[in-house]
């Protein structure tokens, strides 16, 4: 149903611009069985580019639902070693990773909140290892997206071919339609660069968030922390993109710094069911209160997954200029979503967005204020008003965004 030209480039695209595959390299896709046609293109391409070997590790939500719904709960939670080891395979053979996602939004909404969280306790306590190694750039990988059939109907229901109207938005928020790709990308990344650099000039203590839907949240940044945005190197030195689309600049909160109200401003999307209208209180960097109109139990169960998911990660700037907010979209998938609006994150900082980070040891970051976690994830918190201000370590007060955009 896709024209192939334009999944070639596709897959162009992500190879050379996103894990920036070398030649003589290995590399791993994780992608849906719905979606097979299309990775054996990307497959295709990864050989045209020199790889050394190219492995599949497929899925199937609609097979993974009844397992979790039917499956007993101690087997659940006992992840295999094979399984774990294969992933320490691809940090120990220098692989680069590539994960096609299309997961259906609400593809777990039969199982219950308490079981999906006991097993995304258990997978991600027994993966820490290898998620702590891909936040570290230990391994080049990229996350990107492919319709699926009930994805692309939640995003454009009753109409007549959704996966197709959901392929031509990815098209357009990846560049993909563009006559040269990769150049539109280069131009893209030395934008968002400028803004890194204006914002590690400022050094800023804190970032005071306030908007009309209620968010009134001042959080205060780790000490020696630096702004990142697109591109990134990898501990082998070589650049890449971890995810298409990214619209943002980001870096990390003082875990023990954060004071205030936030409130949500599109649903998460997390563990295959939907977190929605949901508001957080912070002391002293601690998530104290948590509330949901819809999704409480799973936002619950993502806070108690260990200590390190009462507090913050990441803080990521996005203007409302985007392509994809100005789209209109509601994607109901975090990898478009947060690229559509301000975010922060649950659970884990980027070492990276310390000085010098991937050099140091969890303590030494801790002592830095970064926090750590087995998880890392998002949450949409920019709205069209949103203000952000900087606030300087002699007190100044700079603005940052006005009315949702970029003023620095």
Not at 44 to 60: F, Q
Not at 72 to 84: D, G, H, Q, R, V
Not at 167 to 178: R, S
Not at 329 to 340: C, H, R, S
């Amino acid at each position: 149903m896709y024209d192939k030209t334009v999944i070639k480039n596709y897959a162009r695209l992500v190879l050379k611009f996103g894990v920036n595959l070398q030649k003589g390299q290995g590399l791993e896709i994780a992608c849906s069985t719905e979606n097979a046609s299309v990775a054996e293109i990307f497959v295709k391409e990864a050989y045209e580019l020199g790889a050394k070997i190219v492995s599949m590790r497929w899925t199937n939500q609609r097979i993974q639902a009844i397992n979790y719904e039917k499956g007993e709960l101690s087997e659940l939670t006992n992840i295999p070693k094979w399984f774990i080891d294969s992933k320490n395979f691809l940090l120990k053979e220098n692989y680069c990773y590539i994960a096609i996602d299309d997961d259906d939004p609400f593809a777990f909404n039969s199982v219950s909140a308490e079981k999906l969280s006991k097993i995304a306790t258990a997978r991600s306590k027994a993966l820490k290892n290898f998620s702590n190694s891909v936040m570290n750039n230990g391994i080049r990988w990229c996350v990107v997206s492919l319709p699926s059939k009930n994805w692309a109907k939640k995003v454009f229901p009753n109409t007549k071919n959704p996966k197709k109207l959901l392929f031509n938005e990815i098209a357009k928020c990846t560049y993909l339609l563009e006559k040269d790709p990769i150049k539109k990308w280069e131009e893209h990344v030395r934008t968002l660069n400028e803004h890194a650099t204006a914002l590690n000039h400022y050094n800023f203590e804190y970032l005071h968030f306030k908007n009309g839907l209620g968010t009134n949240l001042k959080v205060g940044l780790a000490n020696e922390h630096v702004w990142l945005s697109a591109k990134e190197k990898s501990v082998d030195g070589i650049e890449f993109i971890a995810n298409m689309p990214t619209e943002e600049v980001f870096t990390a909160p003082h875990k023990l710094k954060t004071n205030g109200v936030v409130k949500s401003a599109m649903p998460l999307s997390f563990n295959g069911q939907i977190i929605e209208d949901f508001t957080l209180t912070f002391k002293d960097g601690k998530i104290v209160k948590a509330t949901a109109k819809r999704g409480d139990g799973i936002l619950k169960g993502l806070l108690s997954i260990d200590k390190g998911c009462k507090y913050i990660g990441e803080v990521a700037l996005i203007g409302k200029n985007s392509p994809i907010a100005k789209s209109g979209i509601l994607f109901y998938n975090t990898l478009f979503d947060e690229n559509a609006s301000c975010h922060l994150a649950i659970g884990k900082a980027y070492p990276t967005t310390v000085k010098n980070g991937e050099k140091l040891s969890v303590k030494e970051l801790k002592e830095l204020g970064a926090n750590d976690s087995v998880e890392h994830v998002d949450f949409m918190i920019g709205t069209p008003d949103l203000d952000v201000i900087g606030i300087t370590h002699d007190g100044k007060e700079i603005p940052v965004f006005v009315s949702g955009d970029w003023v620095i």
